[in-house]
């Protein structure tokens, strides 16, 4: 009996809260737009400044500009869309937390385990988009408090980055980092992966100590999982495409691996690939909604012009040259470089820093560190990636993320409505930090 007043109770206060946000909802969703807006806007404006200034034709900077970037995320997006129309990602996310039995701790460990795999093999932003909807509706069915609330995402978060950076196509980063020719595909797979899993390990084993053990005899646990299910018992998942559509991306692995860039340029590969499952969602009549986010693919467009820009003022270059003439231990040389682009990007964020800070590490690796190459690239995405956890607006997510809880109007047991945001991530994302920048700085005194 209890049970069932405590579940009616919760439902009454989700009900008022949820009628609370909606003009909340609209009024951030209008600042969003025109943040973003001003951002690219500002972006190409301060690029086209600089080139005038330094006397750079645009035409020069768009000669040497990065479409196979904007091509690979761009086709990734695509793909991730199709693996979500079979519905298979809301089924495995169902699984997890009928796995988890609703206890909170292994919720965030199972959930963090998800969200790291899957970021690493698809669009990161995109990752987390899918699996929000069923999280949600299981939060609001458990009893939660801001508390594990700041802990729970803090760590999809962080996360989403890991995942992102474990491989060549997960992030923005990782594709510049394929595409500047320091590397190969699969030299920086088998570095990374490994020790981005690490790191995610770390990650969940932290933040899962954080949360309480507990101590109920688990009937609203059980309740909210069944909740769940009921929600999304309708789901029909599409296994006849399903079955193909690993197939041609196993095939796209492979050619990146294998295929040398000059020969088979990684953009065509991403082409190709999704040509042949478009080809498969025909055959096998699977309407598909494709959505892109052009906003977001508009500001990586304005991050890769200013950077394009700025590599030919010849700035980049001096601050090469100057790292080397003041460091000359390779090893140091590497762990001073990760900790300038980590600060670097947790201050402009993820995208701005990726772009910027590549020259400096290709002169590097084409100068005193060319012999450790494949190392300092896996350790240039690790420094990205532990200061894209850093602040809120730091990752790639972040923002998205910080909307998207906001915007579910998740209530603790006070019936308050928890807010979720850059103030409340602040000091767990200096946590994510320096556990990722420690594991990677670990990494480099070990390998390098």
Not at 254 to 280: N, R, T
Request: aromatic share 10%; hydrophobic share 55%; with cysteine.
């Amino acid at each position: 009996m209890t049970t069932t007043v405590t579940a009616a109770a919760g439902v009454r206060r989700a009900a008022c809260s949820e009628r609370t946000c909606r003009g909340e909802r609209s009024a951030q969703k209008g600042l969003k737009g025109c943040g973003s807006l001003l951002l690219i806007a500002s972006m190409f404006l301060c690029g086209t400044g600089l080139a005038l200034t330094f006397r750079i034709p645009v035409r020069d900077v768009m000669k040497s500009y990065s479409y196979d970037v904007l091509a690979i995320l761009v086709i990734m997006e695509l793909f991730t869309n199709l693996i979500t129309e079979t519905g298979i990602m809301q089924i495995l996310a169902i699984r997890i937390a009928d796995m988890a039995k609703g206890r909170k701790r292994l919720c965030l460990m199972l959930f963090g385990g998800m969200m790291f795999l899957i970021s690493s093999c698809l669009n990161n932003i995109t990752a987390v988009m899918m699996i929000l909807p069923v999280i949600f509706v299981l939060l609001k069915a458990l009893e939660v408090d801001r508390h594990y609330i700041c802990v729970f995402f803090a760590s999809i978060l962080a996360l989403s980055n890991t995942g992102g950076a474990a491989s060549p196509i997960g992030d923005f980063p990782a594709i510049i980092i394929m595409t500047s020719g320091i590397t190969t595909f699969l030299s920086y797979l088998t570095r990374a992966f490994p020790l981005f899993a690490l790191m995610s390990a770390a990650l969940i084993a932290v933040w899962g100590s954080r949360v309480k053990r507990e101590r109920d005899d688990g009937a609203v646990r059980w309740l909210a999982v069944a909740n769940l299910k009921s929600q999304y018992k309708n789901i029909e998942v599409r296994y006849d495409v399903l079955k193909w559509l690993p197939v041609v991306f196993a095939g796209m692995f492979a050619a990146w691996c294998f295929l040398p860039q000059d020969v088979l340029p990684p953009e065509i590969v991403a082409v190709l690939g999704y040509g042949l499952a478009m080809m498969v969602c025909s055959l096998k009549k699977l309407k598909v909604e494709q959505k892109m986010d052009l906003k977001a693919l508009l500001t990586i467009a304005s991050f890769l012009f200013f950077a394009a820009v700025v590599s030919q003022t010849g700035v980049l270059e001096t601050l090469a040259v100057f790292l080397q003439t003041s460091i000359r231990d390779p090893k140091l040389l590497a762990m001073a470089l990760m900790l300038i682009t980590s600060v670097v990007a947790g201050v402009f964020s993820a995208g701005p820093a990726a772009a910027a800070m590549m020259p400096v590490i290709i002169d590097l690796c084409n100068g005193p560190l060319c012999t450790q190459a494949e190392w300092i690239a896996v350790a240039y995405a690790a420094a990205i990636c532990a200061g894209s956890s850093m602040f809120m607006w730091s990752a790639t997510a972040g923002f998205i993320l910080s909307g998207k809880v906001n915007g579910a109007c998740l209530i603790d047991e006070d019936g308050r409505t928890i807010s979720w945001g850059m103030l409340q991530y602040l000091r767990y994302g200096v946590v994510n930090y320096v556990i990722q920048i420690s594991v990677a700085l670990l990494a480099v005194l070990l390998f390098l």
